[in-house]
């Protein structure tokens, strides 16, 4: 078990070495940078990726093996922090998440692209959750709200550098560069933590929940195929859909029951009776859908129907990513006046009216009606991610405070891996119907909407084809942006039954 670094300032660790509190946090600022800017970053350029590997229908899945492999370990992550300590599995989360993100850069073809993405994805799901429990460990509670200024300033700082860097990099060097910028970021940080990171660890025998971690990669993996690959590839009669479905429902109670007799369960569901813990958590899993249906699928339209520049469509997600830290500032002044429960609520009409923006969108509106309902997005997120990790925080007592928390980003990332699969799929199926309805199905396909992305290719098409794929991907985009609309619609009920009263802080 690890020893709390803070609560009194610059205390001296059993090491006899003092911890260098501003430049770890300066550190630990990098590694969420890292972490930040690589969603940003990489949706900006991912059309120019597509373009280049081709693998159109493969698109989502780029995001999703990512994601499930960030979603799944960073419950890991954490029980092995307290075992072996903070520093040196955040050190090797890095060290994981450079080397994928080495590899994504040298990606031959999309199906290889998608294995180091998991790679990165393994590697990445220690650098969130551990920052934050070493700011946890170094500041007292009364010193932590002036910190997370900071932090979020992390979020502001890569939301206005990573598209418009992204957009630059594929318009005048090569999109290989976006993995590859990560890489002198990732080494400095880890430096700086050996350097200036002292810990105290107190030897204790763990036991780390490995077959809840595999058990639940299972069910999330067979559940993102058939999201993905129903009614595309796969008919939703088929025989390979109907085991990957029994698969998903057998391992799923598996987890359950493994969770349950566990003497360290990667989830304990006795948090979950806790009714705040339970909606925030749920709602978190339907924002986290709605976050990747945006920053996925956005630049694509912007670029592939728009037909603007790489930059634009960076720009697009941009003022998202900008609303969301400034709405998180004034969520914190908020609580502290009207509650969590009126905040949250605030919030979640701003992610309604952001995704109604989205439902409306159409290629005359242009870039900046888009930017307007990314903007709406961010402010809805900022309000409600900040106030449900208050509700959780405050209805915990300190023990389990940091499982608790980490539970909320566990859903999110849930969320984000099963959206992108969900959302994916709905793209396909839409894309390739409506191709088919066109008569079209000899000579177009999915991976035909390659060529939108691709500004030379997309020049040199037919008026009659081209109209046929900007249509296509419109309509299919238009159904993915109501799909995101009935989970805000989800999001805004869910908060609604949030508790009205409020339980102490630092309980």
């Known amino acids: 078990m690890v020893t709390t670094l803070g609560n009194t300032k610059n205390r001296?660790?059993?090491?006899?070495?003092?911890?260098?509190?501003?430049?770890?946090?300066?550190?630990?600022?990098?590694?969420?940078?890292?972490?930040?800017?690589?969603?940003?970053?990489?949706?900006?350029?991912?059309?120019?990726?597509?373009?280049?590997?081709?693998?159109?229908?493969?698109?989502?899945?780029?995001?999703?093996?990512?994601?499930?492999?960030?979603?799944?370990?960073?419950?890991?992550?954490?029980?092995?922090?307290?075992?072996?300590?903070?520093?040196?599995?955040?050190?090797?989360?890095?060290?994981?998440?450079?080397?994928?993100?080495?590899?994504?850069?040298?990606?031959?073809?999309?199906?290889?692209?998608?294995?180091?993405?998991?790679?990165?994805?393994?590697?990445?799901?220690a650098v969130m959750p551990i920052a934050s429990t070493i700011v946890g460990d170094m500041y007292t509670k009364e010193e932590r709200a002036k910190i997370q200024g900071y932090l979020s300033s992390v979020w502001g700082i890569s939301a206005v550098m990573g598209p418009a860097l992204g957009g630059i990099l594929v318009e005048y060097i090569s999109w290989r560069y976006v993995f590859w910028i990560n890489i002198p970021i990732g080494i400095f940080t880890i430096v700086m933590l050996g350097l200036y990171l002292h810990e105290g660890i107190e030897k204790k025998k763990h036991e780390i929940d490995f077959l809840g971690a595999g058990l639940l990669f299972i069910s999330v993996s067979a559940l993102m195929i058939i999201l993905v690959e129903g009614g595309v590839h796969l008919p939703w009669t088929s025989t390979p859909i109907i085991i990957l479905s029994l698969l998903v429902l057998l391992t799923f109670i598996c987890f359950v029951f493994q969770e349950r007799r566990a003497k360290e369960p990667m989830m304990p569901f006795s948090i979950w009776k806790e009714r705040s813990i339970l909606i925030a958590n749920i709602a978190s899993l339907t924002t986290g859908v709605m976050l990747i249906g945006i920053s996925s699928f956005l630049p694509a339209f912007v670029?592939?129907?728009?037909?603007?520049?790489?930059?634009?469509?960076?720009?697009?997600?941009?003022?998202?990513?900008?609303?969301?830290?400034?709405?998180?500032?004034?969520?914190?002044?908020?609580?502290?006046?009207?509650?969590?429960?009126?905040?949250?609520?605030?919030?979640?009409?701003?992610?309604?009216?952001?995704?109604?923006?989205?439902?409306?969108?159409?290629?005359?509106?242009?870039?900046?009606?888009?930017?307007?309902?990314?903007?709406?997005?961010?402010?809805?997120?900022?309000?409600?991610?900040?106030?449900?990790?208050?509700?959780?925080?405050?209805?915990?007592s300190w023990k389990v405070r940091g499982v608790a928390t980490a539970s909320n980003m566990f859903m999110r990332n849930l969320g984000s891996t099963i959206g992108a699969a969900l959302l994916g799929g709905i793209l396909n199926s839409t894309l390739m119907s409506y191709i088919a309805s066109k008569d079209l199905s000899d000579e177009l396909s999915i991976d035909s909407t390659n060529i939108l992305l691709n500004e030379e290719q997309r020049n040199a098409l037919s008026a009659p084809i081209k109209t046929v794929l900007q249509d296509g991907l419109t309509l299919s985009l238009h159904y993915v942006y109501c799909g995101v609309f009935a989970f805000a619609v989800v999001s805004f009920v869910c908060i609604f039954f949030l508790p009205k009263g409020e339980k102490e802080l630092g309980k």
């Open 12 to 125: 001296k660790e059993e090491t006899g070495k003092k911890t260098r509190r501003p430049l770890v946090l300066a550190a630990v600022m990098l590694a969420m940078f890292m972490a930040a800017i690589e969603a940003t970053i990489v949706s900006t350029a991912m059309p120019a990726i597509v373009a280049d590997l081709g693998g159109f229908s493969l698109y989502s899945w780029v995001f999703s093996a990512y994601l499930l492999m960030n979603a799944v370990t960073v419950l890991i992550y954490g029980k092995l922090s307290d075992l072996f300590g903070r520093k040196p599995i955040l050190t090797f989360g890095i060290i994981v998440f450079l080397i994928g993100s080495f590899l994504c850069g040298i990606a031959p073809s999309m199906e290889w692209m998608i294995f180091f993405r998991l790679i990165q994805g393994f590697g990445a799901g």
């Open 303 to 396: 670029q592939g129907v728009m037909e603007r520049s790489p930059i634009v469509a960076g720009f697009t997600l941009t003022t998202m990513s900008i609303g969301w830290p400034i709405a998180s500032t004034i969520a914190g002044r908020l609580l502290l006046t009207i509650g969590y429960r009126l905040t949250s609520l605030i919030g979640g009409v701003a992610l309604i009216l952001g995704s109604i923006v989205f439902v409306i969108l159409s290629p005359a509106n242009g870039p900046v009606w888009a930017a307007v309902g990314s903007f709406l997005i961010g402010v809805g997120m900022g309000l409600t991610t900040t106030s449900f990790i208050v509700s959780i925080q405050s209805t915990v």
